[in-house]
């Protein structure tokens, strides 16, 4: 799990700049970067994987949480939160796809015995 906090950080942190300094879909352009630095960093194919997906998963559900400005009553916040599960399972799933490019071209430029 130690090696799994940089990048959970990171995502908090990307998350919550992106919702602050970025407006419109190109808030996504950062996040396409991210991801795949995160698969490059990992060690293994396994780890781009699960570092990405859980990469994926934590930035969309910190971009989510730090954009809400909704009404405090019961369904609102169960909608919320719904919804956010939701659309950080899409993160988790991107993530994982650019876990999987990330370590696919660490691979690929990888000197060569």
Known sequence: MKKRLPFIAAAIVLGFLSSRFVVGWYTTIPWVIAT???GYLSTT???SLIN???FGYVLFLAY???VYRG???TKSILTF???TLIF???GAIAGTAGGFIGNWLKQVT???N
Request: net charge positive; glycine share 12%.
């Open 64 to 66: 989510t949480s730090s």
């Open 88 to 90: 950080s399972l899409i």
């Open 45 to 47: 194919r396994r780890d």
């Open 71 to 73: 009404k405090t009553d």
């Open 52 to 54: 990405g997906g859980l």
């Open 36 to 38: 795949p630095i995160v």
């Open 81 to 83: 939160v719904g919804f």
């Open 110 to 112: 990888a000197p060569k």
